[in-house]
Nanobody
Framework: QVQLVESGGGLVQAGGSLRLSCAVSGSIFSSTTMNWFRQAPAKQRELVAAITGGGSTNYADSVKGRFTISRDNAKNTVYLQMNSLKPEDTAVYYC?????????????WGQGTQVTVSS
């Protein structure tokens, strides 16, 4: 069973930084695409950043230049470094692990971590 545990959320002032971590167990991590989503109150969940097993990255336009996704395959962990935070970044952030090839496939989610940015 693939399990994801997020950490690193909290309260920060606008302009500040936070780093989220997501530790993954039970997966073939090196060939897993890792995503960070977020969901603000009364809004749909949206993709914030993604990183493939090969290290290719993709970002939502709203976070480009401010957020950086990275992974440490030795630690089975993905990170989201968030700089220059804005009040509109306030949301619950979810880690997502996807592997669709081969015989061991999964699409797993973490429990979410709250990020609150005060103005």
């Amino acid at each position: 069973q693939v399990q994801l545990v997020e950490s690193g959320g909290g309260l920060v002032q606008a302009g500040g930084s936070l780093r989220l971590s997501c530790a993954v167990s039970g997966s073939i991590f090196s060939s897993t695409t890792m995503n960070w989503f977020r969901q603000a109150p009364a809004k749909q969940r949206e993709l914030v950043a993604a990183i493939t097993g090969g290290g290719s990255t993709n970002y939502a336009d709203s976070v480009k230049g401010r957020f950086t996704i990275s992974r440490d395959n030795a630690k089975n962990t993905v990170y989201l470094q968030m700089n220059s935070l804005k009040p509109e970044d306030t949301a619950v952030y979810y880690c997502n692990a996807v592997r669709l090839q081969g015989s061991f496939t999964y699409n797993a989610w973490g429990q979410g971590t709250q990020v609150t940015v005060s103005s």
